[in-house]
């Protein structure tokens, strides 16, 4: 990869004005420039002197009033899934770069390069074209730690020459598989075992049989499959079913499920036991959408590709104990056995790219707690006691009532704009879903009539010009609470198809600062604005000429897609807090019952 592209190049521009650019920054080239209109392309001696172009120039030097923008030259029939990402930040958490990386689509492959660079290099292979592409797009220049992130794409035929360092190297990155801990120079815990476990419902009858006398049966199936099988016998006393729990890597897991349905059926010839005996699979509401697919499309794949039968539970027999749908699959042993495998792997991917995602927010947005948000399960990394089929209330389990001995956060207020054909599906029937979601993300959540004027001091109306299609759904809670709520209104409108299947969900939202506060958020000469909208990728702006409510508060305006807006509002929140600090009075040194102020 020696040969350079130059972009946002001046029409003014000449092949010897950018000779002399490269001879003043001490940059060999082997070839002359060829300038066509708006960029031109240029060959390095080798990759070293190409990367310390693109490291020296891109972004940085101007010609004729125009930022020269310089990369890897890569024929558009050659851009393939592949990137690369350069000045990474040395102690970077592994969590956060799958995170980041994870917001744009699936990750299939994340190796690190050697270099002798302090910072590090990544090659990444994404699921699909289209999820690179927009990585590019929106990483490349995006500042991490002061590092401003470098991407390019890596050609088809030389993805197979860059060689990744998979041990001792300066960082040590390796391919991605499970979330890793600490920073890369700590290296990654070996793949023992899915962080998901495999959970199915079992015939209450066929329990002893899986057993076996004094548990041999069960012993021996745990033996030969590597896992660690709970049997939950004592939950739902009387009921018809049992949920079964699995612990293992994805093929023990499968192993495991093979195995006890071939003991099923074995005990049902036994017993002349005639009914069909289906396959049922437990998995977390958050994942099912996604399992499901657009229009049903993935689900009918696994169907026709496994030739059985699957059914999915209704949301209706959701309750706030109970997160789990139960997959049904009927079909020969062999042919379920396959289907468990294609829909638990859905099921871990999407559970990965959650969870990598929430540790980026964790990481990136100040104020959030991860553990509070509750839409993982408590414990060690995979399903806890809380994702149990209909688990006990999470009073008991230590859960959303918990702030880790912090005491209640502060709670905020969001005006969220969605489009008004989508009140309904918000609402749902008879108002079952703006409960459920209100009891999920223990928040208030109420959506004002078409014609909102002041209601109270948390409620304002639109302002004037705001699109008459719009409604505004008012959010009041802690920040956890806030990127619940918002986070499952972005996506029902989502699965709802209120935006196109290519189209990204990018919302209003509103939040009120006090007047003195707005200059803060500005900042000198716009500066700080300025400097959220980069970080955040969201469009903030504090309109000018408002006049501050009976409250004296003024509106911030926040534009973009869910991550986006989180971080955008996090960030404010943390400006607002600075302010309020300041604003405190300072204790009297007399006061000998008072604590010194901590210095950090």
Avoid at 175 to 196: F, I, M, N, T
Avoid at 241 to 251: A, L, W
Avoid at 516 to 536: P, S
Wanted: charged share 25%; aromatic share 4%.
């Amino acid at each position: 990869m020696n040969k350079l592209y130059i972009g946002n190049v001046s029409e003014e521009a000449s092949a010897e004005d950018l000779e002399t650019i490269f001879e003043q920054w001490k940059i060999p080239h082997s070839g002359p420039f060829l300038v066509k209109t708006g960029y031109a392309f240029v060959d390095c001696p080798d990759e070293k002197n190409a990367m310390m172009a693109i490291d020296i120039l891109s972004g940085k030097v101007e010609l004729h009033g125009k930022l020269l923008e310089v990369e890897h030259s890569v024929p558009k029939r050659q851009r393939s899934c592949k990137l690369q990402i350069r000045n990474i930040p040395p102690h970077l958490q592994w969590e956060v770069l799958d995170g980041m990386l994870a917001q744009y689509g699936t990750v299939e492959n994340c190796e690190q390069v050697n270099t002798d660079t302090d910072t590090a290099v990544v090659n990444v292979r994404y699921g699909a074209k289209d999820q690179a592409r927009q990585a590019m797009e929106k990483l490349n220049g995006f500042l991490m730690e002061d590092f401003a992130l470098k991407v390019s794409y890596i050609p088809d035929e030389t993805a197979a020459a860059a060689t990744p360092n998979l041990g001792g190297g300066k960082r040590g990155f390796v391919p991605r598989g499970p979330l890793r801990s600490g920073s890369p120079g700590l290296g990654a815990r070996p793949k023992l075992q899915s962080d998901v476990p495999l959970r199915i419902l079992v015939p209450t009858q066929f329990v002893g049989a899986i057993i076996g006398k004094e548990g041999a049966t069960i012993r021996n199936v745990t033996k030969q499959t590597h896992s660690k099988i709970d049997i939950h016998r004592k939950e739902n006393a009387g009921a018809a079913e049992k949920p079964i729990t699995v612990h293992s890597t994805p093929e023990g897991c499968s192993n495991a499920c093979r195995t006890i349905m071939e003991i099923m059926q074995k005990e049902a010839l036994d017993t002349k036991f005639t009914e069909e005996i289906p396959l049922k699979i437990l998995a977390h509401n958050n994942f099912v959408g996604r399992l499901i697919g657009k229009e049903g499309r993935n689900l009918k794949k696994i169907e026709v590709d496994t030739e059985t039968k699957i059914t999915i539970s209704p949301l209706q027999d959701l309750t706030l104990y109970n997160p789990e749908r139960t997959i049904t699959v009927k079909g020969s042993i062999e042919a379920c056995s396959r289907a468990e495998e294609e829909v638990m792997k859905k099921v871990r991917e999407s559970y990965e790219n959650d969870v990598a995602a929430m540790n980026l927010q964790s990481n990136l947005i100040p104020g959030l707690n991860l553990n509070a948000l509750g839409l993982f399960p408590g414990g060690a990394p995979g399903m806890g006691p809380s994702m149990g089929h209909n688990a006990p209330p999470p009073g008991a389990q230590g859960g959303y009532s918990s702030f880790g001995g912090q005491g209640q956060p502060e709670s905020e207020t969001v005006h969220l704009f969605i489009p008004a054909l989508a009140v309904g599906a918000i609402i749902g029937k008879q108002g079952q879903h703006i409960k459920q979601l209100s009891r999920y993300a223990g928040a208030s959540i109420k959506i004002s009539a078409d014609e909102v004027r002041v209601v109270d001091a948390n409620q304002v109306a639109p302002p004037d010009g705001m699109d008459a299609k719009q409604r505004m759904v008012i959010i009041a809670g802690p920040p956890e609470a806030q990127f619940k709520a918002q986070g499952r209104i972005f996506g029902k409108l989502k699965e709802e198809n209120f935006f196109g299947p290519k189209e990204e969900v990018k919302l209003e939202a509103h939040i009120k600062v006090p007047s003195f506060a707005a200059g803060r958020v500005i900042g000198k000469g716009g500066k700080t604005v300025n400097e959220l909208q980069n970080l955040t990728s969201a469009e903030v702006v504090v309109p000018r000429d408002q006049t501050p409510d009976e409250n004296d508060q003024v509106i911030v305006k926040i534009t973009g897609h869910f991550y986006a807006s989180q971080l955008a509002q996090r960030k404010i929140q943390e400006i607002l807090s600075h302010v309020r600090r300041q604003q405190q009075p300072k204790p009297s040194p007399r006061g000998d019952g008072l604590a010194r102020p901590s210095r950090k």
